[in-house]
């Protein structure tokens, strides 16, 4: 990307945190500095930045700011480190992390009155006024813009000035006094839309909307409210529109125009189901795509261990001819020798005999865990199949389960210590299971076990001490104990009421979409499938194509169980 062109002419920068509540004293290096542009790199990090910052995910606008941050530093460019220290103060409370924002707030205010900059000193002032916004400290925020505009109408800065009217007009907005807001957002409105600032114009067209309602200017505020859809839906901000919406929806009940209001009620609610529509195709989209891709890993494996089984028996035909070459070879000069060569060929065909199975055996197991692997079980549900019939429909219980948060084991402790978990889960499980049941590492951080001719109440027991047996104990990793839960995807089939005979292709289906449901709800829990309203397979599909509505109407009934750390 451009941007990956533009930090690879710059050296790898410092790690700003260290210095965060310290003085600055670094100095460029003249040779690096001629072949890297910081002020372009610096831009176009903020750009992504920003680019976070509106799609609502604070901890990747954070990542960006820190690396703004360290390029500045690194620069000894004071005016940019200033600026991007207070961003990511900023970013960092909407993060939840207070402690790592205020030393660099504090950071932020040296260097500013430092400089003597009443333009950076006014940006300082903003980012605080932002987290007293965030924490709707409206007192604080309506000091801090009131002490910030005088150093920015002395730095000549009418867009910035625009900026901090418009937080006042939204601190006015919300304590009920809508003169004052009108009158600050009226006031701030066209530098805003001068300098084609999408942003500021949206909360100060949204609060003088307001304001005007507030005065009884009803139609003035809904022609407001019709520019602030167009410009939600033109930035494609779903959420912030509906925000809007409830606003509105609000100031219209609280002025009396009952019919209005009940308007943007229903638009809001529309636009609620569209955006949960939306969502949830990204996230089957997701789903899809990580499926495709474990299935054809998967694939690729199989044939990987069927070739290495076919090498073994190709050499054991070359080693059955050279050695009948040489018995014919010696059966010329001494039948006594022939003998000796014939028991030696015996124990050898033993021995290969013995290899082939070993490999037989191997290529079924996970060689990790020491599971049963997907190819075994997809050997018992055929020799299942064989057995009763095709049309019979699979008749047993199924457990997806998958380890929690399991990307931050191998993070935070290494894969080594992944290993660990991965093995040790893996015992539990077993711990956990009937004699005759079959646990099988599905793929990744994910297992299955199968239960046959296993009734529904005791499906719900064995997931429920699943859940018990992994997640009441941490599991040790070089002598540290590491907190590990796992949600449980199951249902028994066939499904009551309707008894629907399913394959266990789809019944593997129907459980991997209540291991979904039980990672939506929070993780920690099983989730198991008692009845689904399907008398007939148009019904069944209609299920299967969106789950969770499925749920919502009452057509899959679930039983909803919590881990151990959720019932302490």
């Not at 003249?30 to 910081?38: L, M, Q, T």
């Not at 956990?432 to 099988?440: F, I, N, S, T, Y």
């Not at 829990?525 to 009845?531: D, L, N, Q, R």
Request: aromatic share 4%.
């Amino acid at each position: 990307s451009a941007l990956a062109t533009l930090r690879a002419a710059c050296p790898a920068m410092p790690d700003g945190s260290a210095q965060a509540a310290g003085e600055v004293q670094i100095t460029a290096d003249p040779a690096a500095a001629s072949e890297c542009n910081v002020r372009a790199a610096w831009g176009a990090t903020r750009i992504l930045q920003r680019y976070w910052q509106d799609k609502g995910v604070p901890a990747n606008a954070a990542a960006q700011a820190r690396s703004a941050r360290d390029l500045a530093l690194w620069a000894a460019d004071n005016p940019r480190l200033t600026l991007s220290t207070a961003e990511l103060a900023w970013l960092l409370v909407r993060g939840d992390k207070l402690d790592a924002a205020q030393p660099l707030l504090r950071q932020a205010q040296r260097l500013a009155a430092r400089s003597g900059d009443p333009a950076l000193q006014a940006r300082v002032k903003m980012a605080e006024a932002l987290m007293a916004h965030w924490h709707q400290d409206s007192d604080a925020v309506r000091r801090l813009a009131d002490e910030a505009l005088p150093l920015a109408r002395e730095a000549n800065s009418p867009r910035l000035e625009s900026v901090l009217l418009g937080y006042l007009s939204d601190v006015y907005a919300k304590q009920r006094r809508p003169a004052e807001a009108l009158r600050a957002a009226e006031q701030a409105l066209p530098v805003a839309r001068e300098h084609k600032d999408v942003r500021i114009d949206l909360m100060l067209t949204n609060n003088a909307g307001l304001a005007k309602i507030g005065l009884g200017r009803i139609a003035e505020g809904k022609r407001d409210l019709a520019r602030v859809e167009q410009l939600t839906r033109d930035a494609g901000l779903a959420a912030r529109q509906a925000e809007a919406l409830r606003e509105y929806d609000a100031a219209l009940t609280a002025a009396g125009d009952y019919r209005g209001a009940l308007e943007l009620f229903h638009r809001e609610r529309e636009l609620n189901a569209k955006t949960m529509d939306l969502a949830r195709e990204a996230a089957l989209k997701e789903l899809r795509l990580r499926n495709d891709r474990e299935r054809k890993q998967r694939d690729i494996d199989l044939l990987a261990r069927d070739n290495e089984l076919k090498g073994v028996e190709l050499a054991n035909r070359e080693l059955m001819l050279r050695i009948w070459a040489v018995a014919g070879v010696v059966l010329a000069l001494s039948a006594a020798t022939v003998l000796l060569l014939y028991r030696r060929v015996r124990a050898t065909n033993r021995q290969l005999v013995a290899s082939e199975a070993q490999l037989r055996v191997q290529s079924e197991r996970d060689p990790l865990t020491n599971l049963a692997n997907r190819r075994q079980f997809l050997s018992v549900m055929h020799a299942e199949q064989a057995r009763s019939g095709a049309e019979a429909g699979f008749e047993g219980a199924l457990l997806l389960v998958d380890i929690d948060h399991f990307k931050h084991v191998n993070d935070g402790h290494g894969h080594a210590a992944g290993d660990v978990v991965l093995c040790e889960v893996a015992r539990r499980l077993n711990e956990a299971v009937r004699g005759d049941d079959l646990v099988v590492r599905w793929g990744g951080e994910e297992f299955l076990v199968l239960a046959l001719k296993v009734p529904a109440l005791q499906a719900e027991q064995l997931a429920e001490r699943v859940l018990k047996v992994i997640g009441e104990r941490p599991v040790m990793v070089d002598g540290r104990p590491v907190a590990i839960t796992v949600s449980i995807g199951y249902a028994r089939f066939p499904l009551p009421p309707h008894v629907l005979p399913l394959g266990w292709e789809q019944a593997i289906n129907l459980a991997d979409m209540a291991l979904y449901t039980a990672k939506s709800q929070g993780r920690n829990k099983s989730v198991g499938i008692v009845a689904a309203d399907a008398p007939a397979e148009p019904a069944l599909r209609q299920i299967e194509a969106d789950f969770e509505r499925a749920w919502s109407e009452g057509r899959v009934t679930l039983k909803i169980a919590p881990g151990p750390l959720a019932l302490a």
